[in-house]
């Protein structure tokens, strides 16, 4: 099992900068990529960012150019740098872990496209 716990939200101004971190503890072996998605009140939750193992990023268009996903795997931990938040970037980001298959470092991980989620962290920008 794996369990990731999310921190650095809060409420900020619009125009201003927070950075997630996402913390992941357990059997991490067999973790291969991570991101971040979000919810927004009455909305359905949405990829944000997601980073892999070797660092290959992608964004949703809405945050290109001032969002930046990183992780540090030595210490298990996920970040996410938000600049020039808009109100709209308002909502609750949750962090999320997904396995992949395969022989790491001496060990066999038997299964890909488990999923594991950090229990959110809330982000509110306001105008």
């Known amino acids: 099992q794996v369990q990731l716990v999310e921190s650095g939200g809060g409420l900020v101004q619009a125009g201003d900068s927070l950075r997630l971190s996402c913390a992941a503890s357990?059997?991490?072996?067999?973790?291969?990529?991570m991101g971040w998605y979000r919810q927004a009140p009455g909305k359905e939750r949405e990829l944000v960012a997601q980073?892999?193992?070797?660092?290959?990023?992608n964004y949703v268009d809405s945050v290109k150019g001032r969002f930046t996903i990183s992780r540090d795997n030595a210490k298990n931990t996920l970040y996410l740098r938000m600049d020039s938040l808009k109100p709209e970037d308002t909502a609750v980001y949750y962090c999320?872990?997904?396995?992949?298959?395969?022989?790491?470092?001496?060990?066999?991980?038997?299964?890909?496209?488990?999923?594991?989620w950090g229990k959110g962290t809330l982000v509110t920008a306001s105008s």
């Open positions: 980073i892999t193992t070797g660092g290959s990023t």
């Open positions: 357990g059997d991490t072996r067999c973790i291969s990529a």
């Open positions: 999320n872990a997904e396995t992949s298959a395969g022989s790491r470092s001496g060990y066999f991980c038997p299964r890909a496209g488990v999923n594991y």
